[in-house]
């Protein structure tokens, strides 16, 4: 499911619940606790407006006529959504919370969770939210960095992160060992990184390249 794109909005708390009062008097609570909140009817509803920039977490309830929450938490792991999700319900049970926290729920709360308990959650969630944030910007800068090597230098890189020295790497590519060396020197300066651990670090943290077969 492609997620539409748009401008990135406050960290927001998505509320999804079938039941009207309950949802309401949820984002009363939350509102008045100091967060913003969008409270959604239906998972459908809520899909409808889901964009790739989304920041905050997802509430949702578990048994919802439609979409339930285990089939939204699925969509949301498809579509690549960045929002942890919370599941407050009241017909949890232990088999069904361990299942969603191994798909990566954040929690797994009964409507009758104490709002000091649902507070923590709720500030836990927006925290990691925060912190996955920053390390997925840390990476696209990251990434961005590898956008500066020539098509040459790419290529050395290749060779060296898979350890093999200056001269290997000039018989495989037909080139000169100076000019390994010419060009090891360069993308160490435009990534700013001078080891071979550094380097290979930081390949397989950004996933440039593929693994070697």
Same mark, same amino acid.
């Given at each position: 499911?492609?997620?539409?794109?748009?401008?990135? @909005?406050?960290?927001?708390?998505?509320?999804? %619940?079938?039941?009207? *009062?309950?949802?309401? *008097?949820?984002?009363?609570?939350?509102?008045?606790?100091?967060? @913003?909140?969008?409270?959604?009817?239906?998972?459908?509803?809520?899909?409808?407006?889901?964009?790739?920039?989304? *920041?905050?977490?997802?509430? +949702?309830?578990?048994?919802?006529?439609?979409?339930?929450?285990?089939?939204?938490?699925?969509?949301?792991?498809?579509?690549?959504?960045?929002?942890?999700?919370?599941?407050? +319900?009241?017909?949890? %049970?232990?088999?069904?919370?361990?299942?969603?926290? $191994?798909?990566?729920?954040? %929690? =797994?709360?009964?409507?009758?969770?104490?709002?000091? %308990?649902?507070?923590?959650?709720?500030?836990?969630?927006?925290?990691?939210?925060? $912190?996955? $944030?920053?390390?997925?910007?840390?990476?696209?800068?990251?990434?961005?960095? =590898?956008?500066?090597?020539?098509?040459?230098?790419?290529?050395?890189?290749?060779?060296?992160?898979?350890?093999?020295?200056?001269?290997?790497?000039?018989?495989?590519?037909?080139?000169?060992? $100076?000019?390994?060396? =010419?060009?090891?020197?360069?993308?160490? +300066?435009?990534?700013?990184?001078?080891?071979?651990?550094?380097?290979?670090?930081?390949?397989?943290?950004?996933?440039?390249? @593929?693994?070697?077969?």
């Amino acid at each position: 499911m492609p997620l539409p794109s748009g401008p990135a @909005p406050q960290a927001t708390v998505f509320i999804i %619940d079938d039941d009207t *009062s309950f949802l309401r *008097s949820l984002a009363r609570l939350l509102r008045a606790s100091g967060f @913003p909140v969008v409270a959604h009817s239906s998972a459908a509803e809520f899909l409808a407006s889901l964009r790739p920039d989304l *920041s905050g977490c997802v509430i +949702t309830d578990l048994k919802m006529p439609g979409m339930d929450g285990m089939a939204l938490q699925a969509t949301l792991l498809k579509a690549g959504s960045p929002l942890p999700i919370l599941f407050l +319900t009241g017909h949890g %049970d232990i088999p069904t919370s361990v299942q969603a926290m $191994r798909h990566g729920a954040d %929690d =797994f709360l009964t409507k009758q969770a104490t709002k000091a %308990d649902l507070i923590a959650a709720v500030n836990r969630a927006l925290a990691r939210n925060e $912190r996955e $944030r920053a390390e997925r910007a840390r990476l696209r800068a990251r990434r961005q960095q =590898f956008e500066l090597l020539t098509d040459r230098e790419r290529e050395v890189l290749r060779h060296v992160v898979q350890g093999q020295l200056n001269k290997q790497i000039a018989a495989d590519l037909g080139i000169r060992e $100076r000019t390994v060396k =010419f060009h090891r020197t360069n993308l160490t +300066t435009k990534l700013n990184l001078h080891s071979v651990a550094e380097l290979t670090r930081l390949v397989q943290e950004t996933g440039v390249f @593929p693994p070697p077969m």
